[in-house]
């Protein structure tokens, strides 16, 4: 195999391979005889057509075939021979069988940047561990607690706050119905009938609560608000809304009491301390999990700062895109609209932007420690990552190994692997110190 | 005069004149029911600039085919010329 390199700025290589006849004739046999099986020709047997006839049906989609698979092969085998770092296969410009069955083929590659290996045993990481303390065991009881709660009528006192009133209410903007002033505008801010309100100070419009606050059972009572600067809906904000409220009814929640048979409704077969030990458990997991994360995030953040290279624009592109996917998909599970998203997106942009290049970075300098610790990924690894992520998309793993196959995604999972591997041995070569509050807090405190 | 072409209506690519061909140097053509084996030699030598060593000939009748009708046409009689060629000559005609 001939292989021409010309070096490009942003670390981009073109590469020129001539292959010899010999592997370009085994790849085309290889492919001539399964088009022969399957060849369908007046005059033959299926299966039975002469090669000659074959080739002279059928060659150029032999051509293109063999092309397809001998060049992402060839690019591979070449970066490997002349000792270049191969990030990704930007594109391939040109592949051509000629007549004595050799093959050109140009390419232009992305290689990985070219920097000095930092230390990256011994290192000296500080990770914040939350401690499990018996206040969050007790507040996830409490969540777990309050929908076995029951509600009582009060009739014997005004309505206070914390209660539940069963209230009929109707929002006005200068004598105009707020539904009619703003019909995008949630329904329980213009009014409802019977219907059932917090008494908490974030309940409707700040202060309608404590507008209501000590009415009488049937008593009507009229007020108006003046709606926030800051209220999430753009349309009433800064003006004046006048309530009139007549209110029907007082509730009480009634937690349920804190025992055996409250523990059986959660867990089924669970008594009050064999669910308070196993949120104890759960909590010191969900714990453990956060230490660990943060650890990775040490580490990743110590060894980005020991060292400078280029990055390739590709690459960063790359991941600012995934990046932008993830954030986008995280906006809208979190209730984000599409113009909301729309307002942000030169933020989010950056903030991709950013991130992904502090990524790459840290993929290359990782892919690098793998290599000198010539830490492999086994094919096991790659079956279990490949059910992970076939699960974690809900698709079936047949179908996803066909995918990433067709794109070369599964080099990008071998070298998701691999990254893994490398970070889990800088952290298992690091001394990493407990901090007792979480970084930016410790930062302050020192400061 | 008739033209060569006339003699040779195009060649047959069959398994078995496949067969023929690799083998014994056989080629098998289909040519019209008139053209003899002097005119099928001449027209190969011609056309194809190959010495000739040998012709036979085989005449075949049109098949009886008909369509869901009581009526029935027939595909057209036919004749088969298989040609030997000298030795050392070869024909590539895939």
Redesign the interface.
């Known amino acids: 195999m001939n292989v021409a390199l010309d070096n490009q700025p942003n670390c981009i290589v073109n590469l020129e391979i001539n292959l010899p006849a010999d592997r370009v004739t085994t790849e085309w046999n290889k492919v001539a005889k399964a088009y022969q099986k399957q060849a369908r020709i007046p005059?033959?047997?299926p299966g039975?057509?002469?090669m000659?006839?074959i080739e002279?049906r059928y060659g150029r989609e032999i051509e293109s075939e063999v092309s397809d698979s001998l060049s992402y092969e060839a690019v591979v085998e070449a970066a490997k021979e002349k000792n270049l770092r191969l990030n990704a296969i930007e594109k391939i410009t040109e592949s051509s069988i000629a007549a004595d069955k050799s093959m050109k083929i140009r390419a232009t590659v992305v290689r990985m940047p070219d920097f000095d290996l930092p230390e990256y045993k011994n290192l000296a990481l500080e990770a914040y561990k939350r401690p499990v303390t018996e206040a969050d065991v007790d507040q996830l009881l409490e969540y777990l607690r309050d929908p076995h709660s029951t509600f009582e009528p009060v009739t014997d006192r005004a309505l206070a706050m914390e209660d539940f009133a069963v209230v009929t209410y109707e929002g006005k903007v200068d004598g105009q119905l707020l539904s009619e002033v703003v019909p995008k505008a949630p329904a329980q801010l213009c009014g409802r009938r019977n219907g059932w309100v917090l008494m908490s100070e974030g309940t409707l419009i700040p202060g309608f609560a404590k507008a209501v606050e000590g009415m009488k059972l049937e008593e009507e009572r009229s007020f108006t608000l003046e709606v926030p600067e800051t209220f999430p809906v753009p349309e009433i904000q800064g003006k004046k809304v006048d309530y009139t409220v007549t209110l029907h009814g007082i509730n009480t929640r009634k937690m349920a009491p804190l025992d055996d048979a409250l523990a059986a409704k959660i867990e089924p077969g669970a008594t009050l301390e064999s669910l308070k030990q196993k949120i104890r458990e759960r909590q010191q997991e969900s714990a453990d999990y956060q230490f660990d994360v943060a650890k990775r995030n040490a580490a990743v953040k110590k060894l980005l700062s020991l060292f400078t290279c280029e990055l390739p624009e590709q690459a960063v592109a790359v991941e600012t895109s995934s990046i932008l996917k993830d954030i986008v998909s995280e906006s809208q599970a979190r209730g984000m609209s599409d113009d909301e998203i729309k307002s942000h997106t030169d933020q989010i942009i950056e903030t991709a932007g950013e991130s992904a290049r502090e990524r790459v970075r840290a993929n290359f300098v990782l892919l690098r420690i793998a290599e000198q610790e010539k830490l492999e990924e086994s094919e096991s690894e790659l079956y279990q990552a490949l059910f992970e992520t076939a699960e974690r998309n809900q698709i079936p793993v047949k179908k996803l190994a066909k995918d990433l196959s067709r794109k070369g995604g599964i080099n990008r999972l071998r070298e998701q692997i691999r990254i893994s591997k490398a970070l889990d041995y800088v952290l298992s070569n690091a001394t990493v110190t407990e901090l007792s509050a979480p970084a930016e807090a410790q930062q302050q405190a020192t400061n | 005069m008739s033209d060569v072409y006339d003699h040779i209506q195009s060649v047959?690519?069959?398994?078995k004149?496949?067969l023929l061909s690799?083998k014994l140097n056989k080629y098998v053509f289909r040519v019209p029911p008139s053209a003899n084996k002097l005119q099928i030699k001449r027209a190969i030598e011609v056309i194809f600039k190959k010495k000739v060593a040998d012709v036979n000939t085989a005449n075949y009748a049109g098949k009886k085919k008909r369509e869901r009708r009581a009526d029935f046409g027939r595909r057209p009689n036919w004749k088969k010329a298989i040609v030997t060629l000298k030795e050392g000559e070869k024909l590539d005609i895939?």
């Open positions: 005059g033959y047997r039975k057509a002469p000659a006839m002279s | 047959l690519l069959t398994e004149a496949t690799e895939v």
